[in-house]
C-alpha cells in the first residue's frame, strides 16, 4: 500500500478550479496574505465569500480587490476578532446566513520579539488567537456547519508546527516565553485541534470534516502584486528570482487551501500541502507528520481548549444552538493556567 505522498493524485487544475456557485465560505484574516489569496481564488470559482477581519477599512480594501480581479465576485465581510471571545457570537450572527459550506482559519498573530502579550481575555496573544480564537469559533460556528450537506473546517497550518510539540503543562507560555516557538506551537495546537475536530465529528455521526492545509515556503516577495493589498516592487523580484527555484508566492500557497475547500475528493483528517518537498507547486496530499498522530495529546489539549474558552465544538449535538458546551468547574485541566 503507498503512502498519501506517493499516492499519483487525481487531475486538478489550479487554473480551472470546479464551479463552487451557492456555496459559502468564511476565511478569518482574509484581508491579507495567503487568505486574500483564498478568498480570490474561491470567488473566482463562483463562490460566495465572506472575510472575517478585525480592521473593517482593510477589509473593504480587499473585498474592492478581489471585485476588480473578478468581476461580478459575492464578497463581502464581517468584523471578527479572534482575541477577543466573548465577540464571537456576534460575528457569526453578521454573516447572516442559513448554512455555512466551509469556515477556513486562517487569521493568525506572529510575533517576534518579546514581551509576552495578552489576549484581551488574558491569554497568551499567538495561542489565544491562532488556536483558542479558531476553537471557539468553530464552536459558534457548529450549527451553521451541521446545516450544509457537506461543510469542511480547513485549518491553515505551518511548517513551524513541524519541529515542535506541545507542553502541555504551559500552554500559554508563562514560564518560558519564547515568541518563534511559542508561535510555531499554537500552529501546532490548531493543527492538532482540526485532526481531533475530524475524529470527534465522525464519532457522533457528523457529516462536518476536519482538515489540514498548509502553504509551505510561501514569500511576499514572490507573490504577484494586488494593490493596494499586496505590491511588489522590481527590485523585490529581482532579490527573490533565486528563492522560486525552492519557494513560491502566497498565492500558490493559497492553492492547497482551496483544493481542500472545493476538491470532493478531500476528506476530513488529511493533510495537504505543495507538491515539491512540501515547499512549492501543486497541491497533493501527504502523509500527517508524525507527532500528530498522537491523540492523547490531542484529548488533553481539547479538554484544555474547553476549559479555556467554555465552548466544545465537537461535542453539541448537530443543530444546537451556539455549541456550548456544559463544563464542570470542577474538572482538572491540563495547561490552563
Known amino acids: 500500500m503507498t503512502s498519501p505522498s506517493t499516492t499519483p493524485p ?31 481564488q474561491l470567488a473566482a470559482a463562483g463562490a ?90 468553530t464552536g459558534h460556528l457548529m450549527p451553521l456547519l451541521s446545516a450544509a450537506p457537506a461543510a469542511r473546517v480547513v485549518t491553515v497550518g505551518s511548517f513551524a508546527a513541524k519541529s515542535e510539540r506541545l507542553d502541555l503543562d504551559d500552554l500559554q507560555s508563562r514560564r518560558e516565553y519564547l515568541p518563534q516557538r511559542a508561535y510555531g506551537r499554537s500552529k501546532l495546537a490548531q493543527t492538532h485541534f482540526a485532526l481531533e475536530l475530524d475524529r470527534r465529528l465522525r464519532a457522533r455521526g457528523s457529516t462536518v470534516r476536519g482538515v489540514v492545509a498548509h502553504p509551505g515556503g510561501a514569500l511576499d516577495s514572490l507573490t504577484p502584486s494586488r494593490p493596494p493589498v499586496h505590491a511588489r516592487g522590481v527590485g523585490a523580484r529581482l532579490y527573490a528570482a533565486p528563492a522560486a527555484l525552492f519557494l513560491q508566492g502566497k498565492h500558490a500557497g493559497a492553492w492547497p487551501v482551496v483544493r481542500a475547500v472545493l476538491d470532493p475528493g478531500v476528506d476530513g483528517g488529511q493533510l495537504w500541502g505543495p507538491r515539491v518537498f512540501g515547499l512549492r507547486g501543486r497541491p497533493r496530499r501527504e502523509a500527517v507528520w508524525g507527532h500528530l498522530a498522537d491523540t492523547d495529546v490531542a484529548a488533553r489539549l481539547w479538554d484544555a481548549s474547553r476549559e479555556l474558552t467554555g465552548i466544545d465544538p465537537g461535542g453539541a449535538p448537530s443543530g444546537a444552538d451556539g455549541g456550548e458546551a456544559d463544563i464542570d468547574p470542577g474538572e482538572a485541566v491540563v495547561g490552563a493556567g
Open 48 to 137: 460566495t465569500v465572506v472575510l472575517g477581519s478585525r480592521d473593517p477599512a482593510r477589509a473593504e480594501v480587499a473585498r474592492a480587490a478581489i471585485r476588480a480581479r473578478v468581476p461580478g465576485a459575492e464578497v463581502r465581510a464581517v468584523p471578527l476578532d479572534l482575541a477577543d471571545l466573548s465577540s464571537l457570537g456576534a460575528a457569526v450572527e453578521a454573516l447572516a446566513v442559513p448554512a455555512l459550506d466551509a469556515v477556513v482559519h486562517n487569521a493568525g498573530v506572529a510575533l517576534d520579539h518579546p514581551p509576552r502579550r495578552e489576549t484581551r481575555d488574558g491569554h497568551e496573544l499567538m495561542f489565544g488567537t491562532n488556536h483558542l480564537g479558531h476553537f471557539a469559533l
Open 10 to 40: 487525481p487531475s486538478w487544475d489550479v487554473h480551472r478550479l470546479p464551479r463552487a456557485d451557492g456555496r459559502v465560505v468564511l476565511v478569518t484574516g482574509g484581508n491579507a496574505g495567503i487568505g486574500y489569496f483564498v478568498a480570490e
